[in-house]
C-alpha cells in the first residue's frame, strides 16, 4: 500500500552535484528510518546514508564529506544532496524506509550516472 517515488537522477560530469528526493505516499502511521542505497550492474547493492527519525546519521566511508542525507517528516520525504560527484559513484540508486508497523518499502530506484 505504500509507495516511494524517487527523483532527480540523471547525467552528470565528474565534480558536479545531483539532488535525490523519495516522497513516501499511502497509509501509514510514522516512519521510522530512511536510507538510500546505491547498486552497480554487476555489484552488491549497498547502503549508502541512512537517516534515522531523530535526525542522526550514517554513510559509507567512501561518501563521507561529498553527500548529505536529510528528511522533511512533514512531508514524507528524504533526500541525498551529492557533491564532488566521481565516476566511481555511478549507479542505480534506491530509497529505503522502514515504518512504525515494521514493514520496509523499496523504490524502483533512479540511475545517477557520472561520466569522467
Known amino acids: 500500500q505504500v509507495q516511494l517515488v524517487e527523483s532527480g537522477g540523471g547525467l552528470v560530469q565528474a565534480g558536479g552535484s545531483l539532488r535525490l528526493s523519495c516522497a513516501v505516499t499511502?497509509?501509514?502511521?510514522?516512519?521510522?528510518?530512511m536510507a538510500w542505497y546505491r547498486q552497480a550492474p554487476g555489484k552488491e547493492r549497498d547502503l549508502v546514508a541512512g537517516?534515522?527519525?531523530?535526525?542522526?546519521?550514517n554513510y559509507v566511508d567512501s561518501v563521507k564529506g561529498r553527500f548529505t542525507i536529510s528528511r522533511d517528516n512533514a512531508k514524507n520525504t528524504v533526500y541525498l544532496q551529492m557533491n564532488s560527484l566521481k565516476p566511481e559513484d555511478t549507479a542505480v540508486y534506491y530509497c529505503?524506509?522502514?515504518?512504525?508497523?515494521?514493514?520496509?518499502?523499496w523504490g524502483k530506484g533512479t540511475l545517477v550516472t557520472v561520466s569522467s
Open positions: 499511502g497509509i501509514f502511521f510514522s516512519i521510522n528510518n
Open positions: 537517516i534515522a527519525r531523530s535526525g542522526a546519521t
Open positions: 529505503n524506509v522502514d515504518l512504525n508497523n515494521g514493514v520496509d518499502s
